[in-house]
């Protein structure tokens, strides 16, 4: 249950929850997306003050909340009370970035981008120009 974990995510944790969700989605995290996470940590600006060093704390929170019947929802809680606004499209941006690291894109990360743009409020023309851009980066 989310009343069980201590909401003292900081708005980098929230990132790299989604990251890790994304890549724990279809219950094959591949070695791609663990780079593709570990990449985005160590050189994008928004990580520049972030503790590397609790990504693995992060990620054993996301996948004991994918043991629970409800985790999902207690993750994109956690999303809510501890990710600010102006990050929603960064936060977008580096689940589909996870997603396409692999080159396949499975059904489950699918739906879980859905889920995302749902709960972050994506708008559609923003969400299609990121999912745009990641398919163009990660295109071989």
Known sequence: MS???PHLLTPQDCLVALMVAISASDE?????????????VNMLP??????ADRTN???????DLFEQ??????LFGLIRDNLPERLFETAYALACDVAAADGN???????????IRYELNIDRLHAAAIERGARARHIT
């Open 28 to 40: 094959n995290i591949r070695t791609a997306e663990l780079m593709k996470i570990q990449n985005a």
């Open 69 to 74: 019947e409800d985790g999902l929802d207690a």
């Open 57 to 63: 704390a992060v990620s054993q929170t996301v996948y």
């Open 105 to 115: 894109l499975a059904e489950p990360e699918l739906r879980l981008l859905e889920e």
């Open 46 to 51: 928004v990580f520049a003050e972030y503790d």
């Open 3 to 5: 009343e069980q974990l």
